[in-house]
């Protein structure tokens, strides 16, 4: 069992940066991909970038703007969100799964959201 608890969510202008935490507990943590998705008002959730071991997956949407990042001795990942647009606004889902993935069917445990909120 994985339980996942984010933070690190609030409302930032255009242009600016935030950084998403999400802490797990359990001892298998460093084995799990670890994920982040994001769910819009009336849209559907949306993959955002994943993490396990030395790789990543980025949506197109934030590559070049969104970093994740793990630290294995925190059992932490992280999701540095630099040049923020609107259409980043939504809540952030912190997700654990034995394989890489940007399919959330393939995520087993879910952390109860952030939420985002970029305005100009």
């Known amino acids: 069992q994985v339980q996942l608890v984010e933070s690190g969510g609030g409302s930032v202008q255009t242009g600016g940066s935030l950084r998403l935490s999400c802490a797990a507990s359990?001892?298998?943590?460093?084995?799990?991909?670890m994920g982040w998705f994001r769910q819009a008002p009336g849209k559907e959730r949306e993959f955002v970038a994943a993490?396990?071991?030395?790789?990543?997956l980025y949506a197109d949407s934030v590559k070049g703007r969104f970093t994740i990042s793990r630290d294995n001795a925190k059992n932490t990942v992280y999701l540095q969100m630099n040049s923020l647009k609107a259409d980043d606004t939504a809540v952030y889902y912190c997700?654990?799964?034995?394989?890489?993935?940007?399919?959330?069917?393939?995520?087993?445990?879910w952390g109860q959201g952030t939420q985002v909120t970029v305005s100009s």
């Open positions: 359990g001892r298998t943590f460093t084995t799990y991909a």
């Open positions: 993490i396990r071991y030395g790789s990543t």
């Open positions: 997700a654990a799964a034995p394989l890489l993935s940007a399919r959330g069917e393939g995520y087993m445990y």
